[in-house]
């Protein structure tokens, strides 16, 4: 095996997104582009990554600081000129070089491994990683002669009406020799329609010079699909989610209308999960068994099993197994809770730690509470963390009840078995065992109605 490096070409214009970020830093399944392309590449084994950049490229450089070797494309002259800006980094590491377009995200571990793998067999100087489209496309067509070996590729722009019928065109992957690249680096000129230095020239630029050149034909024609435009963009989103989801049915998640559940890569979902239609899972979510889970969205949580949640938002949060959540309900960050809880329609938890058996099913607040087992809130209570300046924390003793619309204003120690009578103002902390009622007596006048109303 060669030492392999790669270099990423991330410094085009992006000119047919129509947008003043870079294309690269566009966003598809919770990532940007080029942190799916570089991803790849390191989980395929390469560790030396040189990214392409241009001179304006402040965000690329801010979002990834010395995660990369940056290679400076002082004009963007095409994708040749972009790979021999990094020529110093290419010279520093020796062996081969794996080029990728920072704009395919779709050539993933698998295939990476695969191509190298074919190349590498081969001995070729030059391999690229190619596939055959049959729809409308602006790829570079592989042109090949009557043996099949690969002559040169040409651009669709710069194609005529025969070359256009190619239907095996190129992915923008490729694994090169680094010393016979350098060696011929003088002879690759801009005559064509773009007036750029194609990359892609290189193939007969070494057919020339009696190199070795092949192409990698995958199966997966998906792999090519570069974002040139936002149609692009929404593209890839579905290849995307059709893989992520694929792969999930087959391990034994059950997801009803998989177009429309969008769950992101880094997720994991125990067997006999069920996920309805609209529910969108990201980021490092960790789902266990038999969950029921109906048009939610769930961030970074954790949750256990025998779960049923539905129409709720679950942020940074985790809960143990056996509880029913929503519809409704808004977990916000680091709020956990136990096993076996009914958090019902419109009730928001934030920082809020309920062990098991809890009941809060319907319209409450509870933030920064700790709350134990088996306490019923009920309809309305809330928990008053927030004097104007800073956030206090309460407690709520296990068996307690809180009764309807009232205020638990933090910080407060409410001791077990205590029970609240609706409408209270709790300010004091209470023994176990208390009963607590603070609110206004009512008045009743009787016969007075005229003159009170
Ligand atoms: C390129 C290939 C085409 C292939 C397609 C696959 C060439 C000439 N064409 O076309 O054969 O089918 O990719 O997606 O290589 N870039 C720079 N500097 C530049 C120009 C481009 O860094 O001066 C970067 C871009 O940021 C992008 C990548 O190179 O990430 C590809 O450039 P792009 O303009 O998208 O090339 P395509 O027209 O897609
Ligand atoms: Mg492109």
Redesign the pocket.
């Known amino acids: 095996m060669s030492k392999i490096s790669a270099v990423v070409?991330?410094?085009?214009k992006?000119t047919r997104m129509r947008s003043d970020r870079p294309?690269?830093l566009f966003e598809v399944y919770g990532k940007a582009i080029l942190s799916h392309v570089t991803d790849n590449i390191k989980d395929a084994g390469i560790e030396n990554i040189s990214l392409?950049v241009?001179p304006s490229s402040d965000e690329i450089r801010e979002k990834y600081g010395d995660s990369f070797v940056y290679s400076v494309?002082e004009t963007?002259?095409?994708?040749?000129?972009?790979l021999l800006s990094a020529k110093e980094f290419m010279e520093n590491m020796g062996g081969k070089v794996y080029v990728a377009?920072?704009?395919?995200p779709l050539v993933d571990e698998g295939c990476i491994r695969q191509f190298i793998s074919y190349a590498e067999e081969g001995e070729y100087d030059l391999c690229l990683l190619s596939a055959d489209i049959f729809y409308k496309n602006?790829?570079?067509r592989i042109v090949r002669d009557e043996n099949g070996d690969m002559l040169r590729?040409v651009?669709t722009k710069d194609a005529n009406e025969e070359e256009r019928k190619i239907t095996e065109?190129?992915?923008?992957t490729y694994l090169i020799d680094i010393n016979k690249l350098l060696s011929c680096a003088g002879e690759l000129q801009s005559n064509n329609s773009q007036k750029?230095y194609?990359?892609?020239d290189f193939v007969e630029i070494f057919r020339n010079h009696g190199y070795k050149v092949g192409a990698y034909k995958t199966e997966d024609s998906d792999v090519?699909l570069?974002v040139?435009t936002r149609i692009d963009l929404a593209k890839i989103n579905k290849v995307m989610q059709r893989r992520i989801n694929e792969e999930l049915m087959l391990s034994g998640v059950s997801i009803i209308d998989p177009e429309n559940t969008y769950i992101e890569k880094d997720v994991i979902i125990g067997k006999d999960t069920v996920i309805y239609p609209g529910t969108f899972i990201s980021g490092k979510t960790v789902i266990g068994e038999r969950n029921e889970i109906f048009s939610s969205r769930i961030i970074s949580s954790v949750i256990g099993n025998d779960n049923v949640i539905e129409s709720s938002t679950i942020e940074e949060s985790s809960m143990g197994d056996h509880s029913k959540i929503g519809p409704y309900a808004h977990f916000r960050p680091k709020s956990s809770i136990g096993n076996g809880l009914k958090i019902g329609n419109f009730v928001e938890l934030k920082n809020a730690h309920l062990a098991d058996g809890v009941k809060a099913s319907h319209h409450a607040y509870l933030g920064d509470v700790d709350i134990e087992e088996d306490v019923n809130i009920g309809c309305g209570v809330i928990t008053a963390n927030y004097d104007g300046e800073n956030k206090h924390r309460s407690r709520i003793g296990r068996d307690s009840f809180i009764g309807c619309n009232s205020n638990i204003v933090s910080p407060v120690n409410v001791g077990e078995r205590t029970f609240v009578a609706a409408g209270s103002n709790v300010t004091e902390d209470t023994p176990p065992g208390s009963f607590v009622i603070g609110r206004v007596r009512q008045e009743t006048k009787v016969n007075k109605k005229h003159r009170y109303r």
């Open positions: 070409l991330a410094a085009g992006g294309k690269v392409v241009s494309q963007p002259l095409g994708t040749g000129h972009a377009c920072g704009d395919a602006s790829y570079g590729i651009e065109v190129n992915s923008g750029e194609y990359l892609t090519v570069g040139n």
